[in-house]
Structure formats: structure tokens, C-alpha cells
């Protein structure tokens, strides 16, 4: 009896919990309530995409909300 009872139970656990986590941050980095519909190409860079997507990933998305706040700062001016 070298293992604790403790780590047996534990660990599946804690790593559930963290799948369900990671893929709830992805899914929410993807699905946002608001934004532009899906056009079949990235919103951000052009590059053809498939149906349902919108950006081609978390980085082309963050650059075009950056351009999105500054517009809708600009159009409150
Ligand atoms: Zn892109």
C-alpha cells in the first residue's frame, strides 16, 4: 500500500475537470454571441475558411476585434 487512497480518486477528477475547462475557453473564443456572420473566409486576413467559422484562429480573432473597438471608438466621436 505505497499509493494514498487520495491520489487514486483525485487525479481522474482533476483532469476532467481541466478537459472540460480548456474546451470551454475554446469554444467560447469561437462562438461570441455577437460579431459578423460566417462568409466562408477569415474576417480578419481573407483566407478561405469552412462554413461556420469565421476566423482561421484565436489570433486573427483577437486582431479583428482589436480593429472593431477602434472603429466603434472612432464612430462615438
Ligand atoms: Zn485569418
Known amino acids: 500500500m505505497s499509493i494514498p487512497d487520495n491520489d487514486r480518486i483525485a ?4 483532469r476532467a475537470a481541466a478537459e472540460t475547462e480548456s474546451m470551454i475557453t475554446a469554444a467560447l473564443s469561437f462562438r461570441k454571441p ?3 456572420l460566417p462568409i466562408g473566409e477569415c474576417h480578419n486576413c481573407g483566407a478561405p ?3 461556420g467559422l469565421r476566423w482561421c484562429n484565436k489570433a486573427c480573432c483577437d486582431d ?3 480593429e472593431e473597438r477602434k472603429l ?4 462615438r466621436e
Request: proline letters at 12%.
Open 34 to 36: 455577437t460579431g459578423p
Open 64 to 66: 479583428w476585434e482589436k
Open 11 to 14: 487525479d481522474p477528477l482533476d
Open 49 to 51: 475558411l469552412v462554413d
Open 72 to 75: 466603434a471608438a472612432a464612430e
